[in-house]
């Protein structure tokens, strides 16, 4: 019995830990002390409180606030470096996006876009960094809450004169290559809202559903999907494109703590297990407990005071000869 319970004690450690022994790595970042345009109220929020989140679920988390161009490029360039050995990435941005020509860019906070060349000199393609995460790991998610109205894309826009319509409104949809997830806090082409609270309706719809014991992170993103419909009354709807190969868990099912006797009506410190009619324990010279718990379990070995022809079930009963057996079945109904 004791060698039983120990054995069992491991098997289960061994399962809780097994969906954190992946190396996981995050960028984070979050702009909104724009200098030549309005700050933005929420990214910087958003950011942190998504950090400490992904800290809570395994990750190695890189973040950056409030960064200007070199600060996006050196961010960026040290999360690549942790990469290396990675089994999961992930890359978290809210602040102010564009897109051009179908091409998605961040805009560090000293980002001034006022004409065309300025895009090569004043923001960075997301492209730079999904392309590095897909070279390296197995399993991307991306989530970009920076579809907001952008005054610097007006900027653009208007220097650009006939040539403004290659300037979107909010993010264009990007492909993904196999084993990655990208998730928009809107449809490609349109506009999110920042929210009045302390998150934007994204971030805060990702904060309450993102690593819920056992729950692939596809159906947590339906769940945030409803929830950013229901807070902005149906005018956003948060939208994600998948080449994801099977699931993916941030968060294995909640670890099993001891039970407490009250809790479980179990005095001999045994773990409660069910075991189905076709799972009992037989083999030469054992006791074979058919549905019954861990707790009633007696494997009782031939040649411990007992005659092996006349061993007792879990209940002290009987045995009987299986139907089509060779070996005597002691079941846990008390039939001799």
């Known amino acids: 019995m004791q060698y039983l319970r120990i054995a069992l004690t491991i098997f289960l450690m061994l399962m809780c830990s097994q969906a954190f022994a992946e190396k996981r790595v995050a960028l984070v970042v979050g702009n909104s002390a724009y200098q030549h345009v309005p700050t933005l109220p929420n990214p910087k929020n958003d950011a942190g409180d998504m950090a400490a989140k ?26 690549v470096d942790k990469l ?28 001034k876009l006022l004409s065309y060349i300025d895009l090569e000199f004043e923001a960075v393609p ?9 070279r390296t790991t197995r399993v991307n998610l991306v ?23 290659s300037v979107g409104r909010g993010l264009a949809r990007v492909g993904s290559g196999i084993g990655s997830l990208i998730a928009f806090a809107t449809q490609p082409g349109n506009i999110a809202l920042d929210g009045v609270g302390r998150n934007s309706p994204f971030t805060a719809a990702l904060l309450r559903h993102l690593g819920k014991p056992g729950r692939d992170i596809t159906r947590e993103l339906i769940d945030v ?36 006797a009250t809790e479980t009506g179990i005095t001999d410190n045994a773990a409660e297990l069910t075991l ?56 846990a109904t008390g039939t001799g």
Request: charged fraction near 25%.
């Open 225 to 260: 999907r409803l929830d950013v419909l229901r807070e902005t009354n149906g005018r956003q709807v948060s939208w994600d494109n998948s080449s994801l190969t099977g699931e993916v868990v941030l968060r294995s099912p909640e670890k099993l703590e001891p039970a407490t």
């Open 276 to 331: 189905g009619h076709d799972q009992g324990v037989d083999g030469p010279g054992r006791v074979r407990c058919l549905s019954a718990p861990v707790s009633e379990w007696r494997l009782r070995l031939a040649g411990e005071g007992e005659n092996p022809d006349h061993r007792k079930d879990c209940n002290g009963n009987g045995c009987r000869q299986g139907r089509g057996h060779s070996k005597r079945d002691c079941t």
């Open 54 to 79: 992904l800290r809570d679920l395994g990750f190695v988390v890189v973040v950056g606030n409030d960064l200007d161009l070199a600060g996006v490029r050196r961010t960026i360039s040290d999360f």
């Open 143 to 165: 989530f970009l809450d920076a579809c907001r109205d952008n005054p610097l894309a007006v900027n653009l826009a208007r220097s650009m004169g006939t040539r403004s319509a």
């Open 126 to 134: 997301m492209n730079l960094i999904l392309s590095a995460m897909e």
């Open 84 to 111: 290396d050995g990675a089994d999961m990435a992930l890359f978290y941005y809210a602040g102010h996006g564009l897109q051009v020509n179908g091409e998605n860019y961040i805009a560090p906070v000293d980002a």
